[in-house]
């Protein structure tokens, strides 16, 4: 079974731009939960999707939004990026409905200039 | 809130050296604790689990045991090879952040041969 995947591997983006993330699941599950890791924060949760619904969320600004297809894979947004922003986005799956088991796919590298 | 501590690293054993990397979590209600390992530039691999008191998860000749009178699941392996040389983080889930994994801060192992 493949694991999930996430495009682009790697982007560079300037200050003040938009970016757009995508995560493919792995096939059969529903949820998916993206994650920001920093070498200052590590490893903080933003939201988590489920059925096309935002089932949890974390403490990040509105900037940062997400969707769900009817596929189940995920899309994550950052409006008006800031150097801050520079980090490596996680995305996570799990399989049943409240699945606290979640496999992570290898991340896009964000670089903000 | 619900959180994680875990040892600092780095850690720098030689190989089949006994390893230990302590963790230590604060949490409402009943958790799920889990050891995840993160090789250089790669996302997060679930190592083992544990999703009730007393519950050992091993893999790849890891182990954890939930210990819920001292709110621990320390990592342990009985001989380290370089392979293993990644960062480990220990986390939670289930709590009060309910789907939302929490992890502590990630140790860093080097094993040398």
């Known amino acids: 079974k493949a694991g999930v995947t996430q495009t682009p591997r790697y982007l560079i983006k300037t200050r003040g731009q938009q970016v757009t993330l995508s995560c493919s699941p792995i096939?059969?599950?529903?949820?998916v939960s993206w994650y920001q890791q920093t070498p200052g924060q590590g490893l903080q949760f933003l939201f988590e999707?489920?059925?096309?619904?935002?089932?949890n969320k974390g403490n990040f600004p509105g900037r940062f939004s997400g969707r769900q297809f009817s596929n189940s894979r995920s899309e994550m947004n950052v409006s008006t990026l800031e150097l801050g922003d520079s980090a490596l986005y996680l995305c996570a799956s799990s399989g049943t409905d409240f699945s606290y088991e979640q496999y992570f796919g290898p991340g896009t590298r964000l670089t903000v200039t | 809130g619900d959180s994680v501590t875990q040892m600092e690293g780095p850690v720098t054993l030689s190989e089949e050296a006994f390893l230990t990397i302590n963790c230590t979590y604060t949490a409402t209600g009943y958790p799920s604790l889990f050891w995840y390992v993160q090789y250089p530039g790669e996302g997060l691999q679930l190592l083992l689990k544990?999703?009730?008191?007393?519950d050992k998860g091993s893999n790849k000749g890891f182990e954890a045991t939930y210990r819920k009178e001292t709110t621990s699941f320390h990592l342990e392996k009985g001989s380290v090879q370089v392979s293993d040389s990644a960062v480990y983080f220990c986390?939670?889930?289930?709590?009060?952040?309910?789907?939302?994994?929490?992890f502590g801060k990630g140790t860093t192992l080097s094993v040398s041969s």
């Open positions: 986390a939670l889930s289930g709590a009060q952040a309910g789907t939302a994994l929490i």
């Open positions: 096939s059969g599950h529903r949820s």
């Open positions: 999707y489920f059925s096309e619904t935002q089932r």
């Open positions: 544990a999703t009730k008191a007393d």
